[in-house]
């Protein structure tokens, strides 16, 4: 079982806006940075979100993240088909010497 | 364009030992940190653990007896060793950079099974 929460599903039609939450502790995401991975089916993680907001280079701006205590959020605007996918959160937790931990991650469906 | 490709036996019997290496290329291995991650149905995604280029390495707790992660900067190679493994340990396992704490270049993973 995973440190960190997120909700096993969330889905919306083409166009809209879809927001998923990640709830940790005051020893992960309380006292450390965000990271938000998307999976598409049969590849590898890429990571989306680093430092709770800051976007790798080719991330579209219709993606962002955000932080507040101990939780995060990954807010997806302009809902395409191609982002129908997997969303993990992750952040390193200063419990047990050190541990980058995943949430269980959220399946997306564009309706 | 920095690309990372894991290598290794995609059957590895019970109580053996698993070993793969993932190869950097189109960029140098230097000034970074190297990590394994691995995912299956039962666990989700777990971090193994990571390697500075310069030798200094990390490991999830929960396998810290068993892992053991080594670097070749001469061959722009890093390796991953886990011990006395069980079927608890079959999973897709990934290589990838990590780079301000976050993993930006990922290799597309192997599957490894632990089987008799």
């Known amino acids: 079982q995973s440190v960190l929460t997120q909700p096993p599903s969330a889905s919306g039609t083409p166009g809209q806006r879809v927001t998923i939450s990640c709830s940790g502790s005051s020893s992960n995401i309380g006292s450390n940075y965000v990271y938000w991975y998307q999976q598409l089916q049969g590849t590898a993680p890429k990571l989306l979100i680093y430092r709770n907001n800051q976007r790798p280079s080719g991330v579209p701006d219709r993606i962002s993240g955000s932080k507040s205590g101990t939780s995060a959020s990954l807010s997806i605007s302009g809902l395409r088909s191609e982002d129908e996918a997997d969303y993990y959160c992750?952040?390193?937790?200063?419990?047990?010497?050190?541990?980058?931990?995943f949430g269980p991650g959220t399946k997306v469906t564009v309706l | 364009q920095v690309q990372l490709q894991e290598s290794g036996p995609g059957l590895v019997k019970p109580a053996e030992t698993l070993s793969l290496t993932c190869t950097v290329s189109g960029g140098s291995i230097s000034g970074y940190y190297w990590s394994w991650i691995r995912q299956s149905p039962g666990r989700g995604v777990e971090w193994i653990g990571y390697i500075y280029y310069r030798g200094g390495t990390s490991y999830n707790p929960s396998l810290k007896t068993r892992v053991t992660i080594s670097i070749d900067t001469s061959r722009n190679q890093f390796s991953l060793r886990l011990s006395s493994v069980t079927a608890a340990d079959t999973a897709v396992y990934y290589c990838?950079?990590?780079?301000?704490?976050?993993?930006?270049?990922w290799g597309p993973g192997t599957l490894v099974t632990v089987s008799a």
């Open positions: 992750a952040a390193w937790d200063d419990t047990l010497s050190g541990l980058y931990v």
């Open positions: 990838a950079r990590s780079h301000g704490g976050g993993s930006d270049y």
